[in-house]
């Protein structure tokens, strides 16, 4: 008999629909898998036979066929369990229910019947709901995931046991308490407050959180760099609810949720070591594309410290990201298109020794070196980093000096309210901050006045910048006024924008 099982795979951040067709035959007793399915799917027989024996569930050795369709999409990942079993009992006739198109089933076994968590159960809930599904049958431990979605029916369940139950008589496993109420992740340990000093350091990152633009900081070691980058997330904005789907999407299909609260709402902060290879950061590997360290960061935050330490090959594959917020990626067994619409943060030191400008140590560096070590970021890569400021070492003063600092709370309200004004403003349009503007876009609304637009006709040849250059520094104008409350963009304002742009020529 054949027994016919829907469950479902992932292709990079989307579910597909599989369909498990299973069939017992005469014929010398023995498995046979196909549908191209990877190393850990095939396992599945071992680990499925040893549930059921476990279980209290004794087959008859037959010739078993085990297809999973389409058979020209790899089939990975750890969820192709539970419907292979269950296609099983339909096949020998060991349920006495033999119409299951209207469940999904998706998990992984123990020997002993459990039912383990699994990648993606978001994924599958949303294709679950798009495909018009009765149910969606999973782990009990991934119930809390797959309930995000609304107005689907999910049924958890602990063991092949429960799940057998469930089809018999209707009747849900109890749930794992509370689902929805505790999925907002708000806890800070880190605050501006104390950061010592570094009002501009301080000032920029206010800037590049109000309209999500990309910085970098250069200074010495021990001037507060990685501090000042690490609490950037304190003052950023939540995320509306499509981007926290969206990002969830990402860490649901790598495992990395939360399986008490998998929706992620804050921004991710991602600081991967410079050692990082072009795969581990852009995403690849061998044959198959798995995503990097740009596309975790995907709606939030890519802190690349000491940053000419990074490989040059690498720092310029993010050329492409930066500017459309999507990397695709090409291997001999797939092509992928990877989300990348991540805020970059950089820190790197002066010179090689750290120590070039510093008012009380002397840099020891060959002046080859030291242009060697700057140059490790290319042009085309620093025009366009929107922001790039200067942080000097700390004085005596302000080091052992009691002065109270901003707290991230107080930037943050300046911070919200900036990015209100975007969200009003770009209500219209695809976008939600200054940074995102397109051409388009940023002649209507970050249009100057005659004697502001005199003005920087003026300055702007003198710094001998890109025309990139020019409309990064038009929507830091636009995020400072909008800071200050102005509707206009005044001439304080470019030239405070254009003040971030001095270190092109300074260092690099």
């Not at 292709?11 to 191209?36: C, H, N, R, Y």
């Not at 993606?120 to 809390?144: D, H, W, Y």
């Not at 990685?226 to 003052?235: E, G, N, Q």
């Not at 495992?255 to 410079?274: A, M, Q």
Request: glycine content about 8%; aromatic content about 6%; overall charge positive.
């Amino acid at each position: 008999m054949l027994g016919t099982v829907f469950s479902a795979g992932v292709l990079g951040f989307e579910a597909t629909l599989v369909k498990v067709e299973v069939d017992v035959s005469s014929g010398i007793p023995g498995w046979q898998m196909v549908g191209l399915a990877e190393k850990a799917v095939q396992e599945a027989k071992e680990r499925v036979n040893s549930a059921l024996r476990n279980s209290g569930i004794r087959l008859e050795a037959r010739k078993t066929t085990i297809n999973l369709a389409p058979a020209s999409q790899k089939k990975s990942g750890n969820q192709y369990d539970l419907p292979i079993a269950i296609g099983l009992l339909v096949a020998h006739e060991a349920l006495e229910i033999t119409n299951l198109s209207p469940y999904l089933f998706v998990g992984e076994l123990s020997l002993t019947g459990e039912l383990k968590p699994i990648n993606g159960a978001l994924l599958f809930a949303l294709l679950a709901k798009q495909k018009r599904f009765e149910a969606l049958i999973l782990p009990k431990t991934n119930a809390a995931e797959a309930n995000l979605v609304s107005g689907l029916n999910v049924v958890g369940c602990e063991a092949v046991g429960e799940v057998l139950e469930f089809l018999k008589t209707g009747r849900k496993p109890a749930a794992l308490g509370s689902l929805r109420k505790s999925f907002v992740k708000s806890s800070e340990t880190q605050d501006f407050a104390e950061v010592k000093g570094q009002q501009l350091a301080k000032r920029a990152l206010e800037i590049a959180a109000a309209g999500n633009h990309h910085l970098l900081m250069i200074g010495p070691p021990g001037s507060g760099k990685t501090m000042l980058a690490a609490r950037l997330p304190t003052i950023l904005p939540p995320l509306t609810p499509f981007q926290a789907l969206e990002t969830t999407k990402i860490y649901s299909a790598l495992g990395l949720t939360d399986l008490e609260s998998p929706l992620i709402t804050t921004p991710p902060f991602r600081n991967p070591h410079h050692s990082t290879s072009n795969s581990g950061l852009i995403g690849g590997g061998d044959g198959f594309v798995n995503p990097g360290e740009i596309t975790l960061a995907h709606n939030g935050v890519l802190f690349l410290d000491e940053v000419p330490e990074f490989h040059r090959d690498v720092l310029q594959m993010l050329r492409q990201p930066l500017e459309q917020g999507w990397v695709h990626i090409a291997r001999s067994k797939s092509r992928l298109k990877f989300p990348a619409k991540f805020q970059l943060v950089a820190a790197m030191n002066p010179c090689r020794c750290g120590y070039l400008g510093h008012p009380k140590r002397h840099c020891v560096c060959a002046p080859g070196h030291t242009l060697l070590y700057r140059n490790k970021i290319a042009g085309p890569l620093l025009d366009r980093i929107d922001l790039q400021v200067e942080v000097s070492s700390l004085t005596n003063e302000e080091l052992f000096g009691d002065i109270p600092q901003e707290s991230s709370a107080q930037i943050r309200e300046r911070v919200f309210a900036a990015r209100r004004k975007q969200l009003i403003r770009y209500r219209k349009l695809k976008i939600t901050c200054n940074a995102q503007l397109t051409t388009h876009p940023l002649n209507q609304f970050c249009k100057l006045q005659p004697p502001v637009q005199k003005f920087f006709q003026k300055v702007f040849p003198t710094l001998n910048l890109s025309a990139r250059a020019h409309d990064r520094i038009l929507k830091v104008a636009r995020t400072i006024a909008d800071l200050a409350g102005s509707e206009n963009i005044e001439e304080s304002h470019i030239s405070e924008a254009i003040q971030y742009r001095s270190l092109d020529k300074e260092y690099l």
